[in-house]
Every structure is written in structure tokens, then in C-alpha cells.
């Protein structure tokens, strides 16, 4: 009996552990994003998962996702989640929380041409900030084919640029996931890798995270899952 007053003790404070930690993480993410960031979840576990993956429950589908992708590297693509859900993702405040897009695309030409963009990024207090970035020299395939940057073809290069996120690193989706970063050893990873490299690869992803034996039942590491490797 004391052994048994003791667990239920010790889940009940773990219970309230967890649900301060959702609480903080929401409250940094903003009520709208937090309710978007949900019905991504909701979704892709009900129309996804719960199909391609009858006969497992949740825990046992999200593992055997993750293991079909480190085998084939087939991602999801709008022929397998809804696109009422990638509309609204991409209409949402919590896709600019996430990734910085560009603001305008210019070319400065030369010897050896750049490619300028300059990116805009929405903060935690809802205001935009701006940042310049300079590549050259700049490539991009098309199909197997690989086209580079030169003072002819920059209509091409600008146009395939139009459509390129960049991790926001200021904005409240990174600032929410450090929030409760400390105690969960997989999101400081995830967090670290981020301020360090920006976009993470999606298969480095996959395998540290089977690697790291994770409770796919657990409210960030699902989070990091659809952000990564579903609405990316």
C-alpha cells in the first residue's frame, strides 16, 4: 500500500511537471500558433498514420514511419496529407514563427553573378525583421539536371528561389522548444543542431532520433516530427 501511495505520487507530479511544460511552450508560441500547430498533429496522425498504419497504435505508427523513411528516404508529399492542411500551414503565423521567406530576389551581376536575397522574418512580438544574405556561386537542379547562376538565365534562378524558407532563428517557435529544452535530451539536440546549422537534414533527423529510442506519445517530440519531416 505505501509503495502504492508513493507512484501515485510520483505520477502526479510528474503528471503536473509535463502540463507546466506544455503550458510554458504554448503560452512562448502564441494561442493561434499553438492551435495550428495541433490540428497539424491531429491530422497528419488521423489521415496519415492511422491509414497507412491500421493495425499499430500511435506510438508503433510514428516508429514505423520514421523507419520506412531511413529505408526508402520517401517523404511525404501532397499526395499523402491533405491540402486543406498544407494551406493552412502555409497561410499561418506559426509557418513565419518557423521559417524567415524572401522579401525581394535580385541578382548582381559580374564575372561571377550573386545571388541576393533579402529575408523577412517575423519576431515573438508580431514585428518583422529583415536580413541580407549574398550566395555565389548559386546552383539549383531541375530534375537530374543541374543549372547554374550566370547573367543569362537569372529569371530561372530567381524564380526557384522564390519558394525558399530559411529557419527563423528569433522567432517564437525556436524560442518556445528552448524553453523546455533542459529536460528533454533529444530537443536540446534538435535545438543545437538549429542554432548551429540552421535546417536540419531530415534523415540525420530520422536516425538520431530512432537512435535515441524516443516516446513517440510525447507532446514536443511529435512536434519536432510534423515541423521536420511533414510541413517542412
Same mark, same amino acid.
Given at each position: 500500500?505505501?509503495?502504492?501511495?508513493?507512484?501515485?505520487?510520483?505520477?502526479?507530479?510528474?503528471?503536473?511537471?509535463?502540463?507546466?511544460?506544455?503550458?510554458?511552450?504554448?503560452?512562448?508560441?502564441?494561442?493561434?500558433?499553438?492551435?495550428?500547430?495541433?490540428?497539424?498533429?491531429?491530422?497528419?496522425?488521423?489521415?496519415?498514420?492511422?491509414?497507412?498504419?491500421?493495425?499499430?497504435?500511435?506510438?508503433?505508427?510514428?516508429?514505423?514511419?520514421?523507419?520506412?523513411?531511413? =529505408?526508402?528516404?520517401?517523404?511525404? &508529399?501532397?499526395?499523402? @496529407?491533405? +491540402?486543406?492542411? !498544407?494551406?493552412?500551414?502555409? $497561410? *499561418?503565423?506559426?509557418?513565419?514563427?518557423?521559417?524567415?521567406?524572401?522579401?525581394?530576389?535580385?541578382?548582381?551581376?559580374?564575372?561571377?553573378?550573386?545571388?541576393?536575397?533579402?529575408?523577412?522574418?517575423?519576431?515573438?512580438?508580431?514585428?518583422?525583421?529583415?536580413?541580407?544574405?549574398?550566395?555565389?556561386?548559386?546552383?539549383?537542379?531541375?530534375?537530374?539536371?543541374?543549372?547554374?547562376?550566370?547573367?543569362?538565365?537569372?529569371?530561372?534562378?530567381?524564380?526557384?528561389?522564390?519558394?525558399?524558407?530559411?529557419?527563423?532563428?528569433?522567432?517564437?517557435?525556436? =524560442?518556445?522548444?528552448?524553453?523546455? &529544452?533542459?529536460?528533454? @535530451?533529444? +530537443?536540446?539536440? !534538435?535545438?543545437?543542431?538549429? $542554432? *548551429?546549422?540552421?535546417?536540419?537534414?531530415?534523415?540525420?533527423?530520422?536516425?538520431?532520433?530512432?537512435?535515441?529510442?524516443?516516446?513517440?506519445?510525447?507532446?514536443?517530440?511529435?512536434?519536432?516530427?510534423?515541423?521536420?519531416?511533414?510541413?517542412?
Amino acid at each position: 500500500m505505501k509503495f502504492i501511495k508513493i507512484f501515485l505520487i510520483l505520477f502526479l507530479i510528474i503528471g503536473c511537471s509535463n502540463q507546466k511544460k506544455k503550458a510554458e511552450f504554448e503560452n512562448i508560441l502564441g494561442y493561434e500558433e499553438s492551435n495550428t500547430l495541433m490540428y497539424l498533429v491531429e491530422d497528419f496522425e488521423n489521415n496519415f498514420l492511422k491509414k497507412t498504419y491500421p493495425n499499430k497504435n500511435i506510438n508503433e505508427a510514428y516508429y514505423s514511419f520514421l523507419t520506412d523513411l531511413k =529505408k526508402t528516404g520517401d517523404f511525404p &508529399s501532397l499526395d499523402d @496529407i491533405s +491540402i486543406e492542411s !498544407y494551406k493552412k500551414f502555409d $497561410d *499561418s503565423n506559426l509557418k513565419l514563427q518557423i521559417y524567415g521567406k524572401p522579401d525581394s530576389i535580385w541578382i548582381e551581376k559580374g564575372k561571377i553573378p550573386s545571388l541576393m536575397i533579402k529575408w523577412k522574418f517575423l519576431t515573438q512580438n508580431e514585428k518583422f525583421e529583415y536580413q541580407l544574405s549574398e550566395s555565389s556561386p548559386v546552383s539549383y537542379y531541375s530534375g537530374t539536371r543541374r543549372i547554374h547562376l550566370n547573367n543569362n538565365n537569372s529569371d530561372s534562378i530567381i524564380e526557384f528561389y522564390k519558394n525558399r524558407t530559411k529557419v527563423n532563428p528569433d522567432g517564437s517557435y525556436i =524560442k518556445a522548444m528552448k524553453s523546455i &529544452s533542459e529536460e528533454n @535530451i533529444f +530537443i536540446k539536440e !534538435y535545438i543545437n543542431h538549429r $542554432d *548551429s546549422f540552421g535546417d536540419t537534414n531530415p534523415l540525420i533527423f530520422v536516425n538520431r532520433l530512432l537512435d535515441m529510442k524516443p516516446d513517440f506519445k510525447d507532446y514536443f517530440i511529435k512536434r519536432t516530427i510534423i515541423i521536420e519531416l511533414v510541413y517542412y
